[in-house]
Structure formats: C-alpha cells, structure tokens
C-alpha cells in the first residue's frame, strides 16, 4: 500500500512508529513535510501538500506519541 498525502492517520502513525524519540510538537513544517515524505511507503507529489494537510498529519502524531 503506497501513502498519499490524503492518508493523514497512517502517516501519523509511521512517524510515530520510526520517530519514538522526536516529540511531534517540536517540528516544524519543512521538517514533518521531508519525514512525511521519506517514509518507506509514501508515494505521492510533494506540491499536492499544503499547511492544512501538515496540521492534520502534526496533530495526530501527537495524539499518537501520547
């Protein structure tokens, strides 16, 4: 199963399974946005992301890592 940008929980979760030790409150935009994307199963354009996709994939990480 490839990731899309429009799969928010899933991303969420695989960074919080690859990034234990990174506190999802701490990174910022460019950041998340180059996790996201270096994900082993994430296969989508990086300009199909946009700030609101970013918040949605942050806030769930951080529901995740609680």
């Given at each position: 199963?490839?990731?899309?940008?429009?799969?928010?929980?899933?991303?969420?979760i695989?960074?919080?399974e690859a990034h234990p030790e990174v506190d999802p409150v701490?990174?910022?935009f460019p950041r998340l946005r180059q996790m996201?994307?270096?994900?082993?199963?994430?296969?989508?354009a990086p300009e199909r992301c946009g700030e609101k996709v970013l918040e949605a994939i942050q806030a769930l990480w951080i529901e995740e890592a609680d």
């Open positions: 199963m490839s990731l899309k940008w429009v799969d928010v929980q899933e991303i969420a695989q960074l919080a701490t990174v910022n996201a994307m270096d994900l082993p199963d994430f296969d989508d």
